[in-house]
């Protein structure tokens, strides 16, 4: 065989070789990659589940579940249920890891104070500072208790909760009378019928009114057809 022809063959096995190298790189790269892809999730969301229910989900998606062990207090997921989660859904991770979640709570709660007996304003003023919120406030009228007083409490008091709901007492609608225009009578007659409709009649003062008789109503306060209510105050000044 001739040296040339010898040499030809060599080269044409070469690159066989080489190409085959090639492609068995190419495609150990392809599979590597496949194989990397195949091992990395996409988080799914976890707040909001039980423990177990996304164990179970993570389990199946080949990651581990690692509890903390300090609840968090939250106003809108309920007891027992998972709240934060280290890995935000959408995040892409290999599989094998292990994720973090914390767990609810509930709610942030306190012990509720004796509320009973006290002014609504003292009420507010203690919910306020013990942390509480006012869940609504009931109203009624009676005379039997003060007025803007604490008449009932939901939850009782030394319970835990959120919030606490108020029965207020409003006290009694005064019942009103339209002021008589007594200028011109005699004050000590005016004075004593306004007494019997439980007013507080003063005399204030007198004037000397030239024509006019000695102890006669010259001005009077509240002015006449003014609403007035059962032990108001009522001055009267009188001519002398």
Do not use: C
């Amino acid at each position: 065989m001739r040296f040339g022809t010898r040499v030809w063959g060599l080269g044409k096995l070469l690159v066989l070789i080489g190409a085959l190298g090639a492609t068995f790189l190419l495609f150990f790269g392809i599979s590597m990659r496949v194989a990397v892809r195949a091992r990395e999730v996409e988080m799914p969301q976890l707040v909001g589940q039980t423990v177990n229910d996304a164990t179970q989900t993570m389990a199946a998606l080949g990651f581990g579940v690692r509890v903390e062990e300090n609840s968090r207090p939250d106003e809108r997921i309920p007891t027992g249920r998972i709240m934060q989660q280290d890995l935000q859904p959408g995040v892409v991770a290999r599989r094998g890891r292990t994720i973090r979640v914390w767990v609810s709570s509930g709610p942030r709660t306190t012990i509720v104070p004796p509320l009973v007996g006290q002014t609504e304003r003292t009420a507010r003023i203690r919910i306020e500072q013990d942390g509480l919120e006012i869940q609504s406030v009931s109203e009624f009228r009676s005379a039997d208790y003060g007025a803007d007083t604490i008449i009932a409490q939901d939850p009782p008091p030394a319970s835990r909760a959120p919030q606490v709901s108020l029965l207020v007492n409003r006290g009694q609608t005064a019942t009103t009378y339209v002021m008589p225009d007594v200028i011109g009578m005699d004050a000590a007659r005016a004075a004593d019928a306004l007494r019997r409709h439980g007013f507080r009649v003063t005399i204030v003062g007198s004037q000397p009114y030239p024509g006019v008789p000695s102890g006669t109503v010259v001005r009077q306060q509240p002015d006449g057809g003014f609403q007035v209510a059962a032990g108001e105050p009522i001055s009267l000044e009188v001519s002398r």
